[in-house]
């Protein structure tokens, strides 16, 4: 036994430990779930590994509840694990893509199990009642699940970190170190063909490179100094923090989708996968069933793609709350050839309680950031009473607690769809369709 062995067996690893486990569940973050010292051990939370394998894995950070770790030697694979296809998918690299290990038909099943695995959990849904399953995003040449033409070049919007030398690059896993690439493997191919990584930028924080489904690609930057978020945040929060200047390309890219063309400012919110745009709108309307005359709520509604969808089905009234700036005026601008879409620019949460948005309501989309819609709106589209709800999430956390608080409230749902928009990622889209019980 080494000196870890003791200090692991004792309960004080420090990092730097190795230590041999075999790897269980996948777990909400890109990583599954491991225990050291048997089945009541210590738990620890394992990137870089698949259930099943038995693997030796570095511990990176301590808790005081559980541990970190790289699986850092394979010993036994599982018969999911390939060859990750970038060299910077690995330990100590870059820590954009977690599953890059995994066959394109196990990611779908690790998505679907840490899906099923937190509606059970955190929202007390029975994922078999709802037939759960995340499916691959359809398109011509995304035909099946392990088709390197799904996998890769997908990424129409992407954030590079500036290392201290002016060097471009991704960051590591929960680190702000940056990681200077030659390529990302699954950035849209039209941004792999800039030459943005072959330069150094001395006097820039961040760049970013937008490639839309309209054929414009343009590249921003942030000075050197400026305020604003951290690299690797999400693109168009990062945007709103802080000054871009535009280094190539159009002011505005036209994104297609819904049936129609977009205009939107390259920092503005859109969907990262060129296909999913229309199968969120898609799985939208066939949930909600729009009938003419009725009213709709698009919250946290960015440029008004949802709200345009339902309101060329009801030709009624529709209402767009957005509180980013540059959202608003997307909206304003796309919106423009329908004469009952309205924009309110305003916190969600803040809209309700103030009543800036006023019922009756049908129908009501809701698309929030990461964190989740939250409590107090919940229960404000619970009191609204419209005839169903399209709850668009991409965590699958925010959204069961979320769903779990509007079954508090008797609401019920009738149907969830998950997707898969963000293949090598840990990241899955899911659309859920409430009714009142």
Not at 106 to 118: D, F, G, P, S
Not at 146 to 152: A, Q
Not at 155 to 171: H, N, T, V
Not at 324 to 349: F, H, K, Q, W, Y
Request: net charge negative; glycine share 10%; hydrophobic share 45%.
């Amino acid at each position: 036994m080494t000196v870890a062995d003791d200090r692991l067996s004792a309960g004080e690893p420090i990092e730097g430990d190795r230590v041999e486990v075999v790897v269980g569940a996948p777990a909400h973050g890109g990583h599954c779930v491991a225990r050291i010292g048997g089945p009541h051990g210590r738990v620890v939370f394992v990137r870089h590994a698949l259930p099943g394998e038995r693997v030796t894995v570095e511990i990176t950070e301590i808790h005081r509840g559980y541990l970190r770790a790289d699986a850092v030697e394979i010993h036994e694979a599982s018969p999911d694990r390939v060859t990750p296809p970038c060299p910077y998918a690995r330990p100590g690299a870059c820590g954009g893509c977690d599953l890059q290990h995994a066959s394109g038909e196990a990611q779908l099943r690790w998505k679907t199990a840490v899906v099923r695995e937190q509606l059970t959990r955190l929202a007390g849904l029975d994922p078999d009642d709802l037939a759960v399953r995340v499916e691959a995003l359809a398109g011509p040449d995304r035909a099946g699940a392990d088709d390197p033409e799904r996998l890769l070049g997908w990424r129409s919007r992407i954030r590079y970190a500036i290392d201290a030398a002016g060097r471009p690059g991704l960051l590591q896993h929960r680190s702000h170190q940056v990681v200077p690439i030659d390529r990302c493997r699954i950035a849209h191919p039209a941004i792999q063909d800039l030459d943005v990584l072959a330069n150094d930028w001395p006097n820039v924080d961040a760049l970013q490179a937008v490639a839309s489904t309209g054929g414009d690609v343009t590249v921003l930057g942030r000075p050197s100094g400026s305020s604003g978020t951290a690299p690797g945040d999400d693109l168009a929060e990062a945007a709103e923090a802080g000054p871009l200047f535009r280094l190539a390309g159009p002011a505005e890219v036209i994104e297609l989708a819904a049936g129609r063309a977009w205009r939107i400012p390259p920092q503005g919110f859109w969907q990262v996968h060129p296909a999913a745009a229309d199968t969120l709108v898609d799985a939208v309307l066939e949930m909600l069933q729009p009938a003419a005359g009725e009213t709709a709520w698009d919250l946290y509604g960015g440029a008004g793609l949802f709200a345009a969808a339902v309101a060329e089905r009801t030709g009624g009234r529709v209402t767009v709350v957005e509180s980013s700036p540059t959202g608003v005026a997307a909206a304003r601008a796309n919106l423009a050839d329908l004469p009952r879409a309205e924009i309110v620019e305003a916190r969600v949460d803040v809209a309700l309680a103030r009543r800036r948005v006023t019922g009756p309501v049908d129908l009501v989309v809701l698309d929030p950031p990461r964190a989740g819609a939250g409590a107090r709106v919940v229960r404000a589209l619970a009191a609204a009473r419209p005839r169903a709800i399209a709850y668009v999430a991409c965590d699958p956390a925010a959204l069961a607690r979320d769903l779990k608080t509007f079954g508090s409230l008797g609401w019920r749902v009738a149907r969830l769809r998950a997707f898969d928009c963000f293949p090598m990622t840990q990241h899955v889209e899911c659309v859920a369709h409430l009714v009142p019980a």
